[in-house]
């Protein structure tokens, strides 16, 4: 249960090795030493991403089996999660997502497949199952890592762009749904993110990390926002750019 200042005691990262993922519960964890819960598929990644938490203050640190392509087993690994807790999270982080490779995805293949399963119908699965649970304890936030790629969806990367535009729009949904009881949805949209996803890549205009997409997550949860952008210039930047005509839009380059 957070306490009265709003620290939170229990955290769970979906996509439990995401770096922005680690970032942000280790900056919810830090003041009460809370219990996180990292829930991905196993391996190192996930071994080293618990190392990583354990350092930045959580308190206690396990590890759940999860995949976002397996869901019906979506509503167990919350129900174990919450049991991990002591019986109730605090806050759900929806982390996961795949970046895929645009030119390769078109040319033939799965990839794009991939993206949208796991970027979409793994959240709206996810999601829903999360809600469940924080519904019933009748407190709780999830934070939905969503993009500025979904604001409006770009010639260079429509696969990904266009399955975080229906995640984003899916939690905004989810957040009304939730509105009166005491369950809130916090969707975070990054531009451009320096770090494993991004890397090989030349980094975008007002690149970000994982850190920062921490602190504004952690700064837009104490305030009860719904959406944060980040940096918080791209919502005026978007507000411009989702306005151009198409045959300009078409041509920003990636
Ligand atoms: N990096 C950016 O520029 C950026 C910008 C805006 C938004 N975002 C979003 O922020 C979120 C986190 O990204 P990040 O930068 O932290 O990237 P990351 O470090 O590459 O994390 C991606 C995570 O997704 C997990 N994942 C992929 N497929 C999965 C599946 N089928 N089941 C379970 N987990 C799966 C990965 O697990 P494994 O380790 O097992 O592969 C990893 O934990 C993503 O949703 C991404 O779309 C990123």
Known sequence: MKDALGSVGSVL???GS???????AGVLAAPRSATVILAGRNGERLASAARGVATAGAGRVETLDFDA???STHDDVIEQAAALAGGDLDVIVVAFGLLGDQARDEAGG???LDVATVNYVGAVSAGLASARVLRRQGHGTIVALSSVAGERVRRA????GSSKAG???????LSDSLVATGVSVLVVRPGFVVGRMTEGMRPAPMATTPEAVAAATLSGLQSGRSIVWVPGQL???MAVMRHLPRVVWRK???
């Not at 995401?18 to 942000?24: F, W």
């Not at 990367?157 to 990904?160: G, K, M, T």
């Not at 995640?167 to 949904?173: A, E, N, P």
């Open 69 to 71: 392509l397996q869901t």
């Open 157 to 160: 990367n429509f696969v990904y």
């Open 252 to 254: 920003v380059p990636s």
């Open 13 to 15: 990262v979906l996509g």
């Open 18 to 24: 995401s770096e922005i993922g680690v970032a942000i």
């Open 110 to 112: 799965t990839g794009a």
């Open 167 to 173: 995640m984003d729009t899916f939690f905004q949904g």
């Open 235 to 237: 919502r005026l930047v």
